[in-house]
């Protein structure tokens, strides 16, 4: 089994101000969009004169337990789902 070169393949196809810097393989049966327990993001920005005080501050609004719900897709097949979310920093 010959590894294929996700990283060159991923970021061949995305516009040059975002990158894949890693990746690791999973079962078949995972959903990371369902099955993950938490996310980490992590956002750098080229030096320009963006005033990251400010970002700092508006991003800080969202620290805290949030109700997301007007963010996502309702799906009616599920009806106990939680649109609460945590943001940690």
């Known amino acids: 089994n010959l590894e294929l070169p ?3 393949m991923l ?3 995305l516009p040059p101000t975002i ?3 890693a990746w690791c393989p999973v079962v078949p049966e995972f959903n990371a969009r369902f099955a993950c327990l938490s996310r980490s ?3 750098f920005f080229v030096k320009s ?3 990251i005080a400010s970002i700092r501050e508006a991003a800080s609004h969202f620290v805290g337990s ?3 719900r007007n963010f996502c897709k309702i799906d009616t097949t599920k009806p106990n789902l939680t649109f609460t ?5």
């Open 49 to 51: 004169d963006l005033d």
């Open 85 to 89: 979310r945590r943001i940690l920093a």
């Open 11 to 13: 970021n061949s196809v």
């Open 6 to 8: 996700y990283l060159h």
């Open 19 to 21: 990158r894949a810097i």
């Open 66 to 68: 949030h109700d997301f």
């Open 41 to 43: 993001y992590k956002y």
